[in-house]
């Protein structure tokens, strides 16, 4: 009974260490975690606890081999020690969102972890190799916070949310934008089941609304302050990057989803089979390179220079337009996107995303149409752009910046509505 209790007993404190650290961290894990920037080498959430009740195993049978052996004077100090810092990992990172503090910690941590290695490899070498995978973790854990410290994370979000977008009174070529989340044309639970309202709450009300409020946070005195959204994707690099092409990538998803699908225009299905052979051919390798793409990111449909479509896969914040493409189609694979409904099935989520696509806004995208003023009588014309504004011939109107105003009257892009097709 004794030899159990000599390894039930570390292995216990060890899971009661991580589960009180989860509640700590809960909340960071679904607010603010999502908003960093991480390594294309970061995991899926639901990696984490699957290889943490694997290591506190490890570690509980580890100290247990020690005292069943009558060799643990001495090292249960270092075991104590090192699982303190373990939790306080936990408490400094994402209670306090300190990453410094973290990698301070996690530095310290492993350091812990590698003189009880030493100690029992003294005393018991199978006691030594089952810390191995652990220390192998919490070396790879500090790579993954050093990262998210180097490349920067977003300051605290207010809690309220714009809905108007303000542009401070300067000379108009120092005009700064403020940017604002933008409408949904549906209700918050209009998409359920397949979306649900607490799937909005957050990814829209929350994690949208933090990477909007960072942006406005971080441009002031940057040459960004005076750009739209669109050119801060093309042009910027670092935090002010990621806060803007996630803005702009979540912005552009939400709009093309509707509760109330319309059968695909003959002229989308024509110009996606003579790309990929079929719509199903399509569908079956845009949802391939979704489910396959590792870790977060986005998989876009975009267009390149002569029309031609093509798949591709971003990780993290990535968008076509960096890489001179149109974005026409996108779906989002973070799993803050559908892990309220769908937990890790990410394939079904995918499969449940092809329902709630707007053909017509995708169709819109490939095949640019005229946008008329509602104040006065002008129509943008993307065969003709607008020169005289820097707009060249041949822009979509979903591509014209969004401080771009009617050159007739000065009314902002915002209040022009498609010119429809008779």
């Known amino acids: 009974m004794k030899k159990i209790a000599a390894y039930l007993i570390p292995v216990l404190a060890c899971f009661a260490v991580g589960i009180s650290a989860s509640f700590f961290q809960a909340s960071s894990i679904a607010e603010w975690y999502p908003t960093l920037t991480k390594p294309t080498l970061t995991p899926p959430n639901i990696v984490f606890p699957i ?11 580890s100290l247990g081999r020690l005292i069943v052996r009558r060799q643990h004077k001495g090292i249960i100090r270092l ?9 306080l990992w936990s408490i400094l990172f994402f209670t306090l969102r300190n990453p410094l503090a973290g990698f301070i910690d996690i530095v310290l941590l492993n350091i812990l972890v590698g003189l009880y290695i030493f100690a029992a490899s003294r005393r018991d070498r199978a006691a030594a190799w ?21 490349h920067g994370t977003p300051a605290a979000a207010p809690t309220t949310i714009q809905t108007e977008s303000l542009t401070i009174s300067k000379p108009k070529t120092e005009r700064i ?24 709450e957050y990814h829209y009300g929350k994690h949208l609304q933090t990477y909007v409020d960072n942006l406005n946070r971080l441009i002031p005195g940057t040459p960004y302050e005076s750009m739209s959204l669109q050119e801060i994707v093309k042009k910027a690099d670092g935090p002010i990057f990621n806060n803007a092409a996630q803005a702009w990538n979540h912005t552009f ?33 845009f949802s391939k390179a979704a489910t396959g793409l590792f870790g977060s990111g986005w998989t876009w449909l975009a267009a390149d220079k002569d029309g031609k479509l093509q798949i591709i896969s971003e ?52 095949f640019p149409r005229k946008y008329h003023c509602t104040a006065c009588d002008y129509v943008y014309d993307p ?29 902002y892009k915002d209040s022009f509505k498609i010119v429809e097709e008779k």
């Open 253 to 285: 998803f939400f709009l093309m989803l509707t509760p109330d699908q319309k059968p695909m225009p003959q002229k989308l299905a024509d110009r996606i089979a003579r790309d990929f052979g079929s719509v199903e051919a399509f569908k079956e390798e």
């Open 177 to 200: 934008m403020v940017h604002k989340m933008p409408e949904l044309p549906y209700s918050t639970e209009a998409l359920a089941p397949k979306m649900s309202k607490e799937t909005f």
């Open 130 to 150: 089952l810390f191995v995978p652990y220390l192998l973790w919490t070396l790879f854990a500090a790579y993954l916070n050093g990262y998210i410290l180097l």
């Open 383 to 411: 065969a003709k752009g607008d020169p005289e504004s820097g707009i060249a011939p041949g822009t979509a109107f979903e591509d014209i910046p969004d401080d771009w105003v009617c050159p007739v009257c000065g009314l």
């Open 51 to 61: 290889a943490w009740s694997v290591l506190y195993l490890c570690m509980g049978l």
């Open 79 to 87: 075991w104590v020690l090192q699982l303190i810092a373990n939790f």
């Open 315 to 366: 990780s993290n914040a990535g968008n076509p337009m960096t890489k001179g493409l149109k974005p026409v189609m996108t779906i989002d694979v973070w799993e803050h996107a559908y892990y309220i409904d769908y937990r890790n099935r990410r394939a079904d989520f995918i499969k449940s995303y092809w329902e709630l696509i707007d053909w017509d806004k995708v169709a819109d995208r490939i």
